[in-house]
């Protein structure tokens, strides 16, 4: 894969220059025929779904968390009677009022015990059964099975590939802030410079392209600074010729102070998805679907600093005009003392994979063999029959 950086005002270099760290992940792209989208969102640091949708009918739920839980006279914003909506994302409850939202409690990876960060992000980003047994990402390994997908191309706008798209299949990253620049005279420069160059020409010319589709999603000062920054971006490049985007969304990891420490993810959640949809617009929205997911989720019971610490069931969210919301999907085990993973966590009853699974499947018909011989070594796409509802 060529390797180039892209700065903010559109400079083209080779791999040796290091483009700033932007506030939040690199954004990556695939671009294929077809009208779908799919767009993941990793939640970095395990994050607490037992706080995003709280259960607050669960008689003992106060009594484990007693500062945490919050019921709807408490500004819990009620979604079924049951489960009840974190009011740090409110701005997501238009979406589950008209059933273009939905969440999926009690999943997870395959990964148990150790609790890790690095490994549990390694194996949700990877796919795999075990810690480090697949190199490349489920997302791109999907790029090689999508029908239709040999149009895809390459471009690599930024020192690296978050490992969910990091593979052979090519892919393009945008970082969303650099300190970079280069005048227009010096950019013709270059255009002249490597006009017989035929793969820097190439490079260049898509280079070119996304960096446009970039600078409708950044105004000048505001690069690189807000969720909603990295969302539009990723909104106008899915406007476009590309149909799958992903980024993550980091400060989940609330040991301590999380009724404060959480507010700010979850807004920033709720703002990236209510960013793609209106960047979209109604016609690309309806042909969307958005998966959030985490690492793990955290323990049942708050600790003594006011927060939780790494747990295994965790919650994913579903998005998009193209899913059928409203519902909190997957089943639920409850939360009493019998019914808790090592009287501490959340039990997991469905694997994260095989809701991914049905959303390659839906989105860009691919087939149950490739998902579960080449995409989710293991999985079972049975199983994944009740995302297909979603």
């Known amino acids: 894969m060529t390797e180039i950086v892209l700065s903010r005002r559109g400079f083209l270099a080779s791999a040796c220059c290091i483009a700033a760290a932007p506030i939040f992940t690199p954004v990556a792209f695939a671009a294929m025929p077809g009208d779908n989208r799919f767009v993941t969102i990793v939640l970095r640091g395990a994050m607490d779904g037992l706080d995003l949708v709280q259960p607050y009918g669960d008689a003992g739920f106060a009594v484990l968390r007693p500062t945490l839980a919050l019921t709807p006279d408490k500004g819990l914003l009620d979604l079924d009677g049951h489960f009840g909506l974190n009011p740090a994302a409110a701005d997501l409850l238009p979406l589950w009022k008209s059933k273009e939202l939905a969440f999926v409690h009690a999943v997870s990876t395959p990964y148990r015990d150790q609790r890790s ?22 997302l791109n390994r999907a790029l090689a099975v999508i029908p239709r997908s040999d149009a895809r191309k390459a ?5 690296s590939t978050e490992l969910i798209l990091s593979g052979p299949n090519n892919v393009d990253v945008w970082a969303s802030d650099s300190n970079l620049g280069t005048a227009k005279d010096e950019m013709q420069f270059l255009m002249r410079l490597y006009a017989d160059d ?4 190439k490079a260049m010319e898509e280079a070119t392209r996304a960096n446009g589709a970039a600078m409708i999603a950044e105004p000048e000062g505001k690069r690189g600074e807000k969720i909603t920054d990295v969302a539009a971006l990723a909104a106008n490049m899915l406007k476009g010729e590309y149909r799958i985007a992903s ?7 609330t040991h301590g102070g999380q009724m404060a ?11 990236a998805i209510n960013t793609l949809k209106v960047t979209l617009g109604p016609d690309v929205w309806s042909k969307t679907v958005v998966l959030a997911m985490t690492e793990f989720g955290r323990t049942v019971r708050q600790n003594g600093s006011g927060g939780t610490d790494h747990g295994t069931g965790g919650c994913a969210l579903l998005a998009g005009g193209a899913i059928n919301g409203g519902r909190i999907l997957g089943k639920w085990p409850g939360i009493g003392d019998a019914q808790l993973l090592e009287d501490r966590d959340l039990m997991p009853t469905a694997d994260v994979r095989e809701i991914a699974a049905a959303m390659l499947y839906r989105q860009f018909d691919v087939s ?9 070594p293991g999985l079972s796409f049975d199983k994944s029959s ?3 509802r979603a």
């Open 117 to 138: 960060h690095f490994d549990g992000q390694d194996m949700l980003e990877s796919g795999g059964e075990h810690v480090a047994e697949e190199k490349t990402g489920w």
């Open 155 to 159: 471009i690599d706008v930024n020192t």
């Open 198 to 201: 035929p793969a820097f020409a």
């Open 247 to 253: 980024f993550s969304i980091n400060g989940w990891d």
């Open 261 to 271: 420490q959480f507010k700010r993810p979850a807004q920033d959640l709720a703002q």
């Open 368 to 376: 149950p063999d490739d998902l579960t011989a080449k995409i989710f």
């Open 386 to 388: 009740q995302f297909l």
